[in-house]
């Protein structure tokens, strides 16, 4: 499923992605679709934390939304790349933690940040649905949170936590997608709430 819509800031394009997440709600665990948003120009990060808080109140079946780096995603992916816990698989996860905490390091903001787990996602983007090419990338995402307890927090926004003139958060998806095997596209987390559970946010559900 995808859409998309305009703002002062220029073209959004939204998708909802074939991957559930979970996470903890109460003592429970729910399963829920995430929404993907991508751009042709620089976004409006203020609007899309806007979006990204209204997005799961008005759709129920989405759990989380995400910023997709790179140009607008054309055609959603319908399929999945087979992922296992083997050691090519946990090779291109430890390199692309690596190449994204040592921009954060380096940009001098590490302090800034209190966590920012990186997640290796079985979705391969930018295929051409006529060439029925089959999903073998994965996708990386990087998510930068402020707490102070370790339970509840903020997202990171660049342009406030992180300020966007310094392109840290450009040159760690370029890194990433530049630099890690067989990648296909850098998300970063926009929290549809300010209050979770930070432990089950970096599980993926099959």
Request: proline share 7%.
């Amino acid at each position: 499923m995808a859409g998309e819509c305009s703002n002062s800031s220029g073209s959004l394009s939204g998708l909802r992605g074939s991957a559930k997440d979970v996470r903890l709600t109460g003592d429970c665990r729910s399963y829920s679709y995430v929404c993907g948003i991508s751009s042709k120009d620089e976004p409006d990060w203020e609007s899309l934390i806007f979006l990204a808080r209204l997005i799961p109140r008005m759709c129920h079946n989405i759990n989380r939304v995400v910023y997709i780096f790179g140009p607008p995603v054309k055609e959603p992916p319908t399929d999945v790349t087979p992922t296992f816990l083997t050691t090519g698989v946990l090779s291109t996860l430890r390199q692309a933690d690596f190449e994204a905490q040592n921009i954060l390091r380096e940009s001098g903001y590490a302090g800034k940040i209190s966590q920012m787990p990186v997640i290796l996602t079985p979705l391969h983007f930018d295929r051409d649905p006529l060439q029925k090419q089959p999903s073998c990338q994965r996708s990386v995402v990087i998510r930068t949170f402020i707490t102070s307890d370790f339970m509840t927090g903020i997202p990171a926004t660049p342009g406030n936590e992180i300020p966007v003139e310094h392109q840290h958060v450009h040159q760690a998806s370029d890194a990433d997608e530049n630099s890690v095997h067989e990648n296909s596209k850098v998300f970063s987390f926009e929290d549809s709430r300010i209050t979770r559970n930070l432990t089950s946010n970096v599980d993926i559900a099959p």
